[in-house]
């Protein structure tokens, strides 16, 4: 009580009142607080209730225009003018037999003026829009005005040759019109934009100065040079507009006129030199062509944009190739079709060197480019015949030398037609490729074009000039030869050595069209690679290629003496041998895991060749587990050292299995007792490594497979043998404190014991009543109950034994 004592004596000099006395003030202050909010919402309440007529609601907001005052004008100017456009088309068609000629001249002529007229005064008060409308009704009445002349005064001229004229009177009227309107305000504005105040006239005129020339030559009966001709001079005129003009709305228009015709025409003109029936015929349409050509040459120098330039520039350079080539192709063979556009496409790069614009000169280097890749495409399809051609000689191994090249590759594909001038097209685009790319940046990426489309070319041209088969050969293993040889440590590396492999397996398939072909190619070909293989930069792939050659030529060799596949496995064991040797030679990294690599598949292909034949499968193995032995001797290749023991071990089952052995320890014994002295061994050196690490692979292979076949074997003697074994182990896991022995024995001991008591278990409990078993089980659980503690402290006991145990 000492503090309550003095926590009473604190209160009563602080004038504090107690607990109980301070909590019934508080609760009547809270009282008194609620009572005066409710007073205060009550007369809030009712001060809303006498202010609501005063406080008017807030004003609606502002509604957002939906149209701009300009856009309201020039709907309804436009309106306007198609609907006074429509009356006076109405007039004129329909109420036109009503009047008089002069009543029709007078009538026509007053609206036809005074709409034009309108837009003047309307331009100085500074009314444009409206001005822009009147305008384009007047531009619609002169057209009736036109019309109508014709159907008084012209009603027996022909029709296309009056449009021709109407339309070029109408053109030259309406580009007056708008010329002069800007006359005054033109000269006022000197300083300011290009700008016309009316918009519509000049490109209207421009629009209809496209027909001209075409309907006088419609009307003329002019043949299609002729119209061609139109439509490049109309072409021609739109490009002078297009370059010339100021204003926007009229360059737009030049521009679409100009591709528009010009590309008609272009396209006309090409087609009248592809059917030309003589070199005539083809001149005249090339001179069209190289109309239109000069067309596209004048609008690039002249093009504000620098790839407009470009791109004209390009059409311009193909334009004129489809020209000369056209009358090329007029004057020679079919077969020379390509390479007479080709000679054009390379012509045209004498233009690069000039002193043209820099865009004009890309533009036809372009256009040179193109014509090149073209001829190519054409090309290609020889070459690729004779590249994947002989493949199809493997279904008919060795069934005799064709006669020529051409019989070696085309044997289930014909030969492309007009394909004999291919070699020489893909050697000029070589040729070009090295002489004209002189930039730094794309001169490796030109070499190693030019010296792909060379390979291909020596790879065409024996099947083009049909020499025969063992010319063939030789040609085609001259060019692996030269192309490996252009490989260099700096440059050109990856695309030689990929050519000469993609060009040695050609022609190993092109060689199995005869025995003697087949031994000295692949000969041929092992030696060659293994000559490559002594530079450092080609060590890798050649040692690889030569192997593979090497395994080819071991196949070979056996089918020549008629071996079966089996004994032809032990020549293919060669392979995986030279390359074990040679692996065991090499320093560089790469290389020796290439040369490995392909030993190791070589190694597959003999284990495949005698797997119908066991006991040779069982050598081949064995003799793989003694190359695999070796190679592990070597410190860097400890790990081969498994699959060494696993290809003993295969052998061995093979060899097994062959002798028809079906007991499970055979298989299992051999395994077993190298494992467990490898753990004997290991355990010497690492003494601190796990009996399981050591003992639990070896112990597990034997004993387990043995005790899954006592456990269906009805016989005494390999039940027993394994209870003795697994004592044995126990034994042994106990004197040494090994956890591993010592669990796996007393497992597979147990589990062989109780196989053993089983049929006797069974006898008992069928012996038994019903409610035996039962009563046990709850009799154990009991027992278990009750000494559960000292069991716990027993598995404890146990387990720190095991635990113990290494």
């Not at 000039?354 to 495409?377: D, K, P, Y």
């Not at 014909?414 to 090295?434: D, M, S």
Request: hydrophobic content about 55%; some cysteine; proline content about 7%.
């Amino acid at each position: 009580m000492p503090g309550d004592v003095t926590g009473t004596t604190l209160r009563s000099m602080m004038n504090i009142p107690p607990p109980a006395e301070e909590l019934r003030l508080l609760d009547a202050e809270l009282r008194q607080l609620d009572a005066r909010r409710a007073q205060l919402l009550e007369r809030r309440a009712w001060l809303l209730r006498v202010l609501q007529p005063v406080w008017a609601p807030p004003p609606p907001a502002a509604r957002r225009s939906e149209t701009t005052a300009p856009g309201v004008q020039n709907v309804l100017l436009a309106l306007g003018g198609v609907l006074l456009t429509v009356a006076a088309i109405a007039f004129t068609v329909v109420s036109w037999g009503h009047l008089g000629i002069a009543g029709r001249a007078l009538v026509l002529g007053a609206v036809t003026l005074a709409a034009l007229g309108a837009p003047v005064p309307l331009l100085r008060r500074g009314l444009r829009s409206t001005a822009e409308a009147l305008a384009g009704l007047g531009l619609v009445l002169t057209v009736l005005d036109v019309y109508a002349l014709h159907q008084v005064a012209f009603a027996e001229t022909d029709g296309s040759g009056y449009a021709a004229a109407a339309s070029a009177t109408l053109a030259v009227v309406w580009a007056g019109y708008g010329l002069a309107l800007d006359g005054p305000r033109g000269q006022r504005e000197a300083g300011a934009a290009a700008r016309l105040p009316l918009g519509l006239p000049l490109p209207a005129a421009l629009v209809t100065a496209q027909f001209p020339l075409l309907l006088w030559a419609g009307a003329a009966g002019a043949g299609d040079r002729t119209m061609t001709a139109a439509l490049l001079v109309t072409a021609a005129f739109d490009t002078a507009v297009a370059l010339r003009t100021p204003l926007r709305s009229v360059r737009i228009v030049a521009v679409v006129g100009a591709y528009g015709m010009g590309g008609w025409g272009t396209l006309a003109a090409g087609w009248l030199s592809w059917t030309a029936s003589g070199p005539s015929a083809a001149a005249r349409a090339a001179a069209l062509l190289l109309f239109a050509g000069a067309i596209a040459l004048v609008a690039a120098w002249r093009a504000p944009h620098p790839n407009a330039a470009t791109g004209t520039a390009l059409a311009g350079g193909l334009i004129t190739v489809a020209a000369f080539g056209g009358v090329l192709r007029s004057a020679l063979p079919d077969d020379s079709t390509v390479l007479g556009y080709l000679v054009c496409g390379i012509a045209l790069l004498a233009l690069v060197r000039t002193r043209l614009r820099e865009q004009v000169r890309r533009g036809l280097a372009g256009a040179s480019g193109c014509v090149q890749a073209v001829a190519v495409v054409w090309a290609l399809p020889a070459a690729a015949l004779a590249l994947l051609g002989p493949v199809s000689r493997a279904g008919r191994i060795w069934s005799g030398a064709p006669a020529t090249a051409r019989d070696a590759v085309a044997m289930d594909v014909p030969w492309p037609p007009h394909a004999t001038l291919a070699p020489v097209v893909l050697a000029l685009v070589a040729g070009v490729l090295v002489v004209a790319v002189r930039d730094a940046a794309w001169r490796p990426q030109a070499l190693t074009c030019a010296l792909t489309l060379a390979w291909a070319t020596a790879l065409a041209l024996p099947a083009v000039l049909q020499l025969s088969y063992a010319a063939g050969l030789v040609a085609q293993g001259a060019t692996t030869v030269a192309v490996l040889a252009c490989a260099r440590p700096s440059g050109l590396r990856a695309a030689p050595v990929l050519l000469a492999l993609l060009g040695s397996v050609s022609l190993a398939f092109l060689s199995l069209a005869s025995e003697g072909a087949t031994l000295g190619v692949l000969t041929a070909l092992t030696v060659l690679f293994a000559a490559a293989a002594r530079p450092p930069h080609l060590r890798a792939v050649a040692a690889s290629a030569s192997l593979v050659a090497a395994t080819a030529l071991a196949c070979a060799v056996g089918a020549s003496l008629g071996w079966e596949p089996r004994y032809t496995a032990l020549l293919v064991l060669v392979v995986p041998a030279a390359a074990a040797l040679a692996a065991a030679r090499l320093s560089d990294p790469v290389t020796t895991v290439a040369v490995e690599a392909t030993g190791a598949a070589a190694g597959l292909l003999a284990v495949a060749l005698t797997v119908a034949h066991p006991p040779m499968l069982a050598l081949v193995l064995a003799l793989l587990g003694v190359l695999a032995a070796a190679t592990a001797v070597r410190a860097d290749r400890r790990p081969v050292g498994y699959a060494a023991a696993a290809l003993f071990v295969l052998a061995t089952w093979v060899r097994l299995a062959s002798w028809g052995v079906g007991s499970p320890e055979a298989y299992t014994l051999p395994v077993t007792v190298p494992a467990l002295l490898v753990g004997v061994l290991r355990r010497r050196r690492d003494t601190p490594a796990s009996s399981w690490t050591a003992y639990g692979a070896g112990l597990s292979l034997t004993l387990v497979p043995s005790l899954l076949a006592a456990w269906g074997d009805p016989h005494w003697l390999r039940p027993l043998l394994l209870g003795g074994a697994a004592l044995a182990v126990t034994l042994v896991g106990a004197r040494h404190r090994l956890q591993a022995p010592l669990v796996v024995g007393s497992v597979v001991l147990a589990l062989d014991a109780l196989h053993e008591l089983a049929p006797y278990i069974v006898q008992v409990v069928d012996a038994l009543p019903r409610w035996v078993p039962p009563a046990l089980a709850g009799l154990v659980l009991l027992a278990l109950g009750a000494t559960y503690e000292q069991r716990i402290r027993d598995a404890r006991r146990v387990r720190e034994v095991l635990g113990r145990m290494r």
